[in-house]
């Protein structure tokens, strides 16, 4: 007697369908709209640094030592525009300001960097290596070096303009030679050292 296959068996080596993948279909404008990505993403960069750059943060080159100890020759700074565009100056801070066109110490740059020793308002003095304001003497709590070299004299600081010196006293060409700057000349507090990479640190 001849058995009969049993009713719904499967054939074990039949074969399954595979499931179906369906490859990306590239349409003739594809290859142009990434290029078009490319150069948007590029241009956005560049735009923004360029904002950047005219609006807030801007690098300087320390070309002389008048700034030293605190800022020594090769030292490369970063400066903050909106700290003066939108805050205030103080004491002891650092700026880099457009040079005065009665500046007269034979220097080529158009900006140059000192610390403010005076603000609108403050009446100054010196003698001997002591800066006085207002009668008090002034406690320079930043690297600097003495002797004072040039005396201040008696200069009472106007209304919108602040007296510079740069923290190498004896070597720096600033406010006792050709007055004080007006704050429409300041470009912006120094904040930061970013070169040599030894030295880099907030100021």
């Not at 805050?87 to 801070?93: F, K, P, Q, R, V």
């Not at 510079?164 to 720096?172: A, E, K, L, T």
Request: charged share 20%.
């Amino acid at each position: 007697m001849t058995e009969e296959p049993p009713v719904g068996t499967i054939d074990d080596a039949a074969p399954m369908p595979d499931d179906e993948v369906t490859a990306p279909v590239k349409t003739p404008g594809s290859h142009k709209k990434v290029v078009l990505e490319w150069i948007v993403i590029v241009v956005v960069t560049v735009v923004a640094s360029l904002l950047v750059r005219t609006f807030v943060f801007q690098t300087y080159f320390i070309p002389s030592a008048s700034m030293e100890p605190t800022l020594q020759i090769g030292d490369r700074i970063i400066i903050n525009k909106l700290s003066v565009d939108f805050g205030t100056i103080h004491t002891g801070d650092i700026v880099v300001f457009r040079a005065p066109p009665s500046e007269n110490c034979g220097t080529t740059v158009d900006d140059l960097v000192k610390r403010v020793i005076g603000v609108p308002g403050d009446t100054l003095t010196s003698k001997g290596n002591t800066i006085y304001i207002d009668g008090k003497a002034l406690k320079e709590a930043w690297p600097h070096t003495e002797p004072l070299g040039k005396p201040i004299g008696h200069v009472h600081v106007k209304s919108g303009q602040y007296f510079v010196m740069g923290d190498n006293h004896s070597d720096s060409c600033d406010s006792r030679y050709w007055g004080a700057v007006p704050r429409s000349d300041i470009i912006g507090k120094v904040f930061l050292r970013i070169w040599p990479l030894s030295r880099v640190g907030f100021l």
